[in-house]
C-alpha cells in the first residue's frame, strides 16, 4: 500500500479554526481468492469437457494480482472549548475502487469473469461517497460563576446549574451493495454472474423506496453470457442519525460531583434502511 496526503490549516477568531485535505493510497498486488480451472468461455452444453483440465472441478486459488485506488477531499472546522462550547465539523468526499473489497468468502461473488479481472474494477463495498458528521458539546450558561442566574442560592447551585447538552449528526450517502444471478448463467463452472443492463437503474422521476430501491425492468438475463452490469454500481440507503445527551452536575462535599445523564440514540427515530436483497 503507498499512501500521500496534503493539507492545508488556517487559526482565526477566537479558537476557530479550518483545514482542506487532500488523501490519497493506491494498494498493488492485493491478495484475491479466485476461481481457476473453469470453462474459459460462456457456452452451452456439459462444462466439465470445456475446463483445462477436465478431471478437476472448480478449484480457489490465492492470487495476489489485483489493485486499490482511493481518493478523498476533507475539509474540518473546529472550534476548540470557550464560551462554553466545542463544535468539530467534518466533511469528507471520497471515491474508492477495487475488483474486489475482501481477500477471503464474500469477494470471491464479485469477480464475475476469472480471465478478465479489470471487468469487475468498480467502486469499493466500503465506498462512502459524501460523510458529514458534527460533534459539540454545550456547557448551559446557567448557574453559580455563569452568565445567567450566578448567584450562589440553592436553586442555582442544584437546579439550574450545571447542566451540559452534547449531540453527534450523522449523515452519509450510504454503501453500494452488489446485484447478481443465482445461477451459473454463463454455464462455466462457477455462480458470481451479474445481469445485463438495458436501462438506468434510477430513472428520472424514479421514487425509491424500501420495497422498490431500482427499475428492475432495468436489467434482463441473456442465457450463455457475462452480464454487462457493473459492480457495487447503485448504493443503498444513505444514513440519517442525531445522537443526542443532556447531563446534570450536582455538587457532593468539596470537589466531587454527582451526575445524572440522559442519551437518546437516534433521537428523532429516523428509518435507516439497509441494503435490499441484490
Known sequence: MQEWNAAVE???????????????????RLTQEVRVNVAPTPSPGPVDPRRRIPTLGTTELEAHWFTSNY????????????NDLTLLADYTYSHSLDEGSQSHGAAGVQIQDELNFMGSYGNSTFDLRHNFVVSSVYN?????????????????????????????????SGFPFLITIPEDNANVGFIAQRPTQIGPLVPSGFKQTPNHWFNTSALTVIPYTFGTLGRDV??????????????????????????????????FNHPNFAAPDG
Open 140 to 172: 448551559l450558561p446557567f448557574g453559580v460563576g455563569q452568565k445567567y442566574l450566578g448567584s450562589r442560592g440553592l436553586v442555582s447551585k442544584y437546579l439550574v446549574g450545571g447542566w451540559q447538552v452534547s449531540g453527534i449528526l450523522t449523515l452519509n
Open 234 to 267: 447503485i448504493t443503498q440507503d444513505g444514513l440519517k442519525n442525531l445522537d443526542f445527551s443532556s447531563s446534570k452536575k450536582f455538587p457532593f462535599g468539596e470537589g466531587r460531583n454527582v451526575e445524572f445523564r440522559a442519551e437518546f440514540f437516534n433521537i
Open 71 to 82: 481518493n478523498a477531499l476533507q475539509l474540518k472546522l473546529e472550534k476548540r472549548l470557550s
Open 10 to 28: 488556517h487559526a482565526f477568531g477566537n479558537n476557530w479554526s479550518v483545514s482542506a485535505a487532500y488523501l490519497g493510497s493506491g494498494g498493488r
